[in-house]
């Protein structure tokens, strides 16, 4: 069985986010499954498979970390994507039926490609006692991000104050069902981004991780009201790091970026 490493939100190898990408003929069972993406041992492993013709959506797409599965990811359908296309498996754009409804991925003519995701629904919430103390940085806005992702929101100071956290992962993961997504706006526009944020799910066994697309669905809405512009291009500061560029349209937001594939081997078990 094929297995292939992809590193998404970036255009170069061992940059932006890795994940395993597997193409099955149907799911096997779950546990399964998550051992498998406990050996690739990356933020995600996507597994997908074919589905008859004629439906809403053309394959099935699931999302594993190491310690369980979650109900939307970006980079990892970006890359199971780019995998359809580099190898021929599908052709154009496609459909994913996932646990967070059908979700498109387009090909660009630039070998870019387009998620069509849900935006997330923002809701203001007073920063909870002691985050600030666990995250080592004061909010100054903090943000609920609904139901398909559960984090929380916060904005702080500057950029120099997100690339300078250095959090209590431990302490953070009793402030939101999967993590927490920090941002500030960029400190000039000639950086070539408009925000920068940096993201850490110690609730779903990743303490940062390195580019979060579905973090991107709440950084869109936050930041295009801000800025007063819907298309933006939002950097995740992390050691590997990476690019996305939004388009708000609101209820759903689209999220570009390019993928490599840097690992194409066998997988025994």
Request: glycine content about 10%; hydrophobic content about 40%; some cysteine.
């Amino acid at each position: 069985m094929r297995i292939r490493i992809v590193d998404a939100f970036t255009d170069r190898p061992f940059a932006g986010n890795p994940a395993g990408v597997l193409l099955l003929d149907s799911f096997p069972d779950d546990a399964w499954l998550q051992n498998v993406a406990v050996e690739v041992n990356h933020a995600e492993t996507a597994f997908t498979h074919p589905l008859p013709a004629g439906g809403e959506a053309d394959w099935a797409l699931r999302w594993f970390t190491p310690t369980t599965e979650v109900a939307l990811c970006g980079h990892a359908t970006l890359a199971a994507a780019h995998v359809l296309h580099t190898t021929g498996a599908h052709r154009g754009p496609v459909r994913f039926t996932t646990r967070s409804g059908v979700l498109v991925a387009t090909p660009g003519d630039d070998g870019s490609i387009t998620l069509d995701f849900p935006t997330a629904p923002l809701t203001p919430v007073a920063a909870p006692n002691g985050v600030a103390e666990a995250l080592g940085a004061e909010p100054l806005a903090t943000f609920d991000t609904g139901p398909n992702t559960g984090d929380l929101l916060i904005e702080v100071a500057d950029e120099r104050t997100v690339l300078g956290l250095t959090p209590d992962h431990k302490a953070l993961a009793r402030y939101s069902k999967r993590g927490i997504i920090t941002t500030a706006r960029a400190e000039g526009p000639s950086r070539g981004y408009d925000f920068v944020s940096r993201c850490f799910f110690p609730n779903v066994g990743i303490d940062e991780d390195p580019v979060t697309g579905s973090a991107h669905t709440a950084l869109a809405p936050f930041w295009s009201e801000r800025l007063g512009r819907t298309t933006l291009t939002g950097l995740q500061a992390s050691p590997r790091s990476g690019l996305v560029r939004t388009e708000l349209r609101g209820e759903r937001t689209l999220l570009t970026g390019h993928a490599v594939t840097v690992v194409d081997g066998e997988l025994l078990a």
